[in-house]
T-cell receptor
């Protein structure tokens, strides 16, 4: 049981380049999300998904795209990287919203992906 | 939307002392308050949580208290140890918020020998 796996761990991009951060979970979690972590700003929600085929925007979605074709995978795409997107990105997953209502909304985080945009 | 403020941003204590981290939230309807610990180079990990129908919860050396009237909640760590050194985040979830946690800005706790 690997939990939440993120790749790559480190990436350096030039302004304008595109890339995809990968996230996979093996816990059969319906809910998956992406956060970015910046100094002094905590963790901010970028996009989330409550199940395969369903995605929605979080607090800071601009410049990022997501898709959820399977329950296991939730990639985050940067279409045209900007220096403001230099950050540490975390993928997190949990049980479904129904489980949340029952009191089980515990997020499991991946180890993070550190992205630098020059 | 929900807004969570967390203080202090850094906290240094001697081994064996207690540490307290405080958070305030803005949405009086929020009903779930988890605390996460992030060790260097790792993702945050849930260490304790509390729901709005409970005033206090303990788990060995850590405890969380909730004051719904004042809209604040606190993390208490007793008998601190070097392995408690980490960044701690509080979070809040309003009703219907699902798993959309709003996090505080984090507290860097350093336990000195």
């Amino acid at each position: 049981n690997a939990g939440v796996t993120q790749t790559p761990k480190f990436q350096v991009l030039k302004t304008g380049q595109s890339m995809t951060l990968q996230c996979a979970q093996d816990m059969n979690h319906e809910y998956m999300s992406w956060y970015r972590q910046d100094p002094g700003m905590g963790l901010r929600l970028i996009h989330y998904s409550v199940g395969a085929g369903i995605t929605d925007q979080g607090e800071v979605p601009n410049g990022y795209n997501v898709s959820r074709s399977t329950t296991e995978d939730f990639p985050l795409r940067l279409l045209s990287a900007a220096p403001s997107q230099t950050s540490v990105y975390f993928c997190a997953s949990s049980y479904s919203r129904l489980a949340i209502i029952a009191g089980a909304n515990v997020l499991t985080f991946g180890a993070g992906s550190r992205l630098t945009v020059l | 939307g929900e807004n969570v403020e967390q203080h202090p941003s850094t906290l240094s204590v001697q081994e064996g002392d207690s540490a307290v981290i405080k958070c305030t939230y803005s949405d009086s309807a929020s009903n779930y308050f988890p605390w996460y610990k992030q060790e260097l180079g790792k993702g945050p990990q849930l260490i304790i949580d509390i729901r709005s129908n409970v005033g206090e919860k303990k788990d060995q050396r850590i405890a969380v208290t909730l004051n719904k009237t004042a809209k604040h909640f606190s993390l208490h760590i007793t008998e601190t140890q070097p392995e408690d050194s980490a960044v701690y985040f509080c979070a809040a979830v309003p009703p219907g918020g699902g798993n959309k946690l709003t996090f505080g800005t984090g507290t860097q706790l350093k336990v000195e020998l």
